[in-house]
């Protein structure tokens, strides 16, 4: 069987300047060949190092090393982009920068914590008479927001767990999902990741504003509510650089690729770097280029993770039919499977069985038991007096784009409603916690030019506190060019 050497006969080789044995594997396997081609660049920074007395040199973590190397150059050429870093005219200088910065991450990385732990922030009070699952915890990253059906994950070198016990992600962590299973969880500060039913995948690298993810198989979705972070998501060939809002399906000889909003970097075995901007459906197969397919940009399995706080209480949740239709009243779907929530203030879950409604009241003092509801109508949402926006199913078009434009579609109505959501919520609740917003109500208006960019207009006075954080959020929110400017309404709710 032709196996694949280790990272550590690879560097020893890389080290000797000698492939020795592994010539045949290294002719006949690209990612090996990658592999050793990077190592012999760590191995040449080590000597430098070494060169230097840098003491850490000889603590080094060879099974990291690989990840390092590639994820600081990484950095380093998105500082060029952005222009915090100026780019070298010639491409020898610009790689000698990425080695560079490569070179702190290769020599330092046993130093490094493996998720960094933020400062604390203040935990909320459990209900009277409830006790949750787990104590809040204070950190931001690596949290479990929602586990259903049963997901669990493998620590390195530790057993598998689920993550219906509260227990934090860690690098390294293998994920796993069955038929009913999913797991969301923080991989930053504002990024969380969703991983759906019957998928593999494995936390390569978790850093503050970098997470690697290998895709064996199934699909993971990225959800970026701010404007910092990213995911990258390495399947087969691919690896696809996220920086917004996407989902990432493994299929048969090809990876699908479904960009909400923000942009996405596609790179096929470290090569050419395509970059596509969302709303787009991409296809990435096995043999040749990506590729824009026609089709709506919208994800149907798409949660409201509004409730759901890294800094909030995880609750354990009672089992429920699993042929009921799970919502969060107020925030949409969730999986019939839900055992776990971790969230930052009172809810009600509500499960309706045939005609039958079951409601299920977590942090309000109750205890947590689904008790049915005869009469259906009085089981209709209400909405809590202060909540962050969010979407009526086709909200309101204030004015058609202009005669010569085209109207946007309703799939594309629901999918920028989707996206405005995702990045306004947050101002609206740090509006409210901070008692600048009291009795949110009215529209949120944005004015859209013709090739889809699109500026803060009116505002309702009950949300003028969170004007600044709106108008932020709002210059990465991109419409579907229709040929027409128009106002398009967001009501808050």
Request: with cysteine.
């Given at each position: 069987?032709?196996?694949h050497?280790?990272?550590e006969?690879l560097?020893?080789?890389?080290?000797?300047g000698?492939i020795?044995?592994?010539?045949?594997?290294?002719?006949a396997?690209?990612?090996?060949?990658?592999?050793?081609?990077?190592?012999?660049?760590?191995?040449a920074?080590?000597?430098?190092?070494?060169?230097?007395d840098?003491?850490?040199a000889?603590?080094?973590d060879?099974?990291?090393i690989?990840g390092?190397?590639?994820?600081?150059?990484?950095?380093t050429?998105?500082?060029?982009?952005s222009g915090?870093?100026?780019?070298?005219?010639?491409?020898?200088?610009?790689?000698?920068v990425a080695?560079?910065a490569a070179?702190?991450?290769?020599?330092?990385?046993?130093?490094?914590?493996?998720?960094?732990?933020?400062?604390?922030v203040a935990?909320?009070?459990p209900?009277?008479?409830?006790?949750?699952?787990v104590?809040?915890?204070?950190?931001l990253?690596?949290?479990?927001l929602?586990?259903?059906g049963?997901?669990?994950q493998?620590?390195?070198?530790?057993?598998s767990?689920?993550?219906?016990?509260?227990?934090?992600?860690r690098?390294?962590?293998h994920?796993?999902?069955?038929a009913a299973g999913?797991?969301?969880f923080?991989?930053?500060?504002?990024?969380?990741?969703d991983?759906?039913?019957?998928?593999?995948?494995?936390?390569t690298a978790?850093?503050d504003?970098?997470?690697t993810?290998t895709?064996a198989?199934?699909?993971v979705a990225?959800?970026?509510?701010?404007?910092?972070?990213?995911?990258?998501?390495?399947?087969?060939r691919?690896s696809?650089?996220?920086?917004?809002d996407?989902?990432?399906?493994?299929?048969?000889?090809?990876?699908?690729?479904?960009?909400?909003?923000?942009?996405?970097?596609a790179?096929?075995?470290?090569?050419?770097?395509?970059?596509?901007?969302?709303?787009?459906?991409?296809?990435?197969?096995?043999?040749g280029?990506?590729?824009v397919?026609?089709?709506?940009a919208?994800?149907?399995?798409r949660?409201d993770?509004?409730?759901?706080?890294?800094?909030?209480?995880?609750?354990?949740?009672?089992?429920?039919?699993?042929?009921?239709?799970?919502?969060?009243?107020?925030?949409g779907?969730l999986?019939?499977?839900?055992?776990?929530?971790?969230?930052?203030?009172?809810?009600?879950?509500?499960a309706?069985?045939?005609?039958?409604?079951?409601?299920?009241?977590?942090?309000?003092?109750?205890?947590?038991?689904?008790?049915?509801?005869?009469?259906?109508?009085?089981?209709a949402?209400?909405?809590?007096?202060?909540?962050?926006?969010?979407?009526?199913?086709?909200p309101?078009?204030?004015?058609?784009?202009?005669?010569?434009?085209r109207?946007?579609?309703?799939?594309?109505?629901r999918?920028?409603?989707?996206?405005?959501?995702?990045?306004?919520?947050?101002?609206?609740?740090?509006c409210?916690?901070?008692?600048?917003c009291r009795e949110?109500?009215?529209?949120?208006?944005?004015?859209?030019?013709?090739?889809?960019?699109t500026?803060?207009?009116?505002?309702?006075?009950?949300v003028a506190?969170?004007?600044?954080?709106?108008?932020h959020?709002?210059?990465?929110?991109?419409?579907?060019?229709?040929?027409?400017s128009?106002?398009f309404?967001?009501?808050?709710?």
């Amino acid at each position: 069987m032709n196996t694949h050497p280790t990272h550590e006969e690879l560097f020893d080789a890389a080290a000797d300047g000698a492939i020795g044995p592994h010539r045949p594997h290294l002719d006949a396997c690209a990612d090996c060949r990658a592999a050793y081609a990077r190592l012999r660049a760590g191995a040449a920074l080590l000597d430098e190092a070494r060169a230097d007395d840098i003491d850490a040199a000889d603590d080094i973590d060879w099974g990291r090393i690989d990840g390092a190397i590639q994820a600081a150059a990484e950095r380093t050429a998105a500082d060029i982009r952005s222009g915090s870093l100026r780019a070298p005219t010639r491409w020898g200088a610009y790689a000698a920068v990425a080695l560079a910065a490569a070179a702190v991450g290769v020599v330092y990385v046993k130093s490094r914590p493996l998720v960094d732990t933020p400062s604390s922030v203040a935990a909320p009070t459990p209900a009277p008479g409830l006790t949750p699952l787990v104590a809040p915890t204070s950190t931001l990253e690596g949290a479990v927001l929602l586990a259903a059906g049963g997901a669990s994950q493998t620590p390195a070198g530790a057993a598998s767990v689920r993550f219906s016990g509260g227990v934090s992600v860690r690098e390294g962590a293998h994920v796993e999902t069955g038929a009913a299973g999913r797991a969301v969880f923080a991989v930053q500060r504002a990024v969380t990741l969703d991983v759906r039913a019957d998928s593999d995948a494995t936390l390569t690298a978790m850093r503050d504003a970098a997470t690697t993810v290998t895709l064996a198989r199934g699909e993971v979705a990225v959800d970026r509510a701010g404007d910092v972070g990213t995911v990258s998501v390495r399947t087969g060939r691919w690896s696809v650089a996220i920086e917004g809002d996407a989902t990432v399906r493994a299929e048969s000889q090809l990876v699908r690729v479904v960009v909400l909003a923000g942009r996405a970097t596609a790179t096929a075995n470290g090569g050419m770097r395509t970059s596509f901007t969302g709303p787009v459906v991409l296809e990435l197969p096995a043999m040749g280029d990506a590729r824009v397919v026609p089709g709506d940009a919208v994800d149907a399995l798409r949660l409201d993770l509004g409730l759901l706080r890294p800094d909030g209480t995880m609750w354990a949740l009672p089992a429920i039919d699993p042929a009921a239709t799970v919502t969060l009243r107020g925030h949409g779907a969730l999986p019939s499977s839900i055992e776990a929530l971790r969230l930052g203030g009172p809810a009600t879950l509500e499960a309706r069985i045939g005609r039958e409604v079951h409601t299920l009241e977590v942090g309000t003092g109750r205890v947590l038991e689904w008790r049915k509801t005869d009469d259906i109508a009085s089981a209709a949402p209400v909405a809590p007096r202060h909540v962050a926006p969010r979407a009526l199913p086709t909200p309101a078009v204030a004015a058609a784009p202009a005669p010569e434009g085209r109207d946007l579609t309703q799939p594309e109505i629901r999918a920028m409603s989707n996206t405005i959501r995702r990045r306004i919520s947050h101002c609206f609740v740090r509006c409210v916690e901070t008692n600048q917003c009291r009795e949110t109500h009215g529209v949120v208006v944005f004015n859209v030019s013709a090739d889809g960019a699109t500026a803060l207009g009116a505002i309702d006075p009950s949300v003028a506190a969170a004007r600044a954080c709106l108008a932020h959020q709002t210059q990465f929110v991109r419409f579907p060019a229709t040929g027409g400017s128009f106002p398009f309404q967001f009501p808050i709710r």
